[in-house]
C-alpha cells in the first residue's frame, strides 16, 4: 500500500483545510519545496500535490511551485496532481513536466466527455478524485452536493480507463476522525482499478485497518493533516507497511 503525503497549495504555501473551506486554513509551511523534499527524504514513494487556488478557479495558479516540487524530488518519485485540470492542454503540460498522474474531480462530474478524451489521450496517467458525502458526490471544492451516486459514477469512470479512484469522504476530511472504511471498501469491491483512500486520516491505527482490507483493492491512502500535526508517524508507518 502507498502511503501518499498531501501538499496543499494556497497561495504558494503549504496549507491544511478543514473540510474543503478555503476560510479555514493552517498553514503549515512557507515552503513546499522543501516540505515534498522532507516527505521524499523519510520514504515517500508518491506525492498528492492540489493547487486550491486552481480548484477554486478552474484554472492553474500554483504552476510555478508544483514546477519545482516536480524538478526538486526528481524522477522516483511520482507526483499525483490535482486542482483546476479542466483542459487538456494544461494536463500535457503538467505530464510534460514530469507529474506522473493528473487527478481529474468536479472536471469528470460536470463533463464526461472531458475525461474519456483525457483517458484517450493520456491513458495510464489519469486519475479520478470522487469526493462523496452519505454516497452523494459532490463538485466544485465540496461546496456543491450532486445527486450522483459514488459506486455509480466510479464503475462507469473505470470503463473509460482511468488509472485508479481516489475516494474522499468529505465529512471526514481534515477532521481527523478515522477513514470511513467501510464506504472505501464497498467501493474498493465494486471496481478493478485500486482506491486510494483519503479522508480522516488520524493516526496509525487507521493504517492497520486499511492494512486488514487491502486485498480489497486499497492500493494507498492520502496522509494529511494527521501527518502535518505530528499524529501520525509516517516513519513508523513505512515500516509497518514494510
Known sequence: MLLIPAI???DGRCVRLRQGDMDNETVFSENPVAMARKWVDMGARRMHIVDLNGARSGKPVNEGVIREIV???????????GGGLR??????????DGVSYVVIGTAAVKNPGFLHDACSAFGGHVIVALDARDGKVATDGWSKLTGHDVIDLAMKFEDYGVDAILYTDIGRDGMMTGVNIDATVALARA?????????????????????????????????GRALYEGKFDFEAAMARVA
Open 191 to 223: 471496481v478493478r482499478i485500486p482506491v486510494l483512500a483519503s479522508g480522516g486520516v488520524s493516526d496509525i491505527s487507521d493504517l492497520d485497518r486499511l492494512l486488514a482490507v487491502e486485498e480489497e483493492g486499497i492500493g494507498g491512502v492520502i496522509l
Open 87 to 96: 483542459d487538456l492542454d494544461i494536463i500535457e503540460r503538467y505530464i510534460d
Open 71 to 81: 524538478a526538486e524530488v526528481g524522477p522516483d518519485v511520482q507526483i499525483q496532481l
Open 8 to 10: 496543499d497549495l494556497k
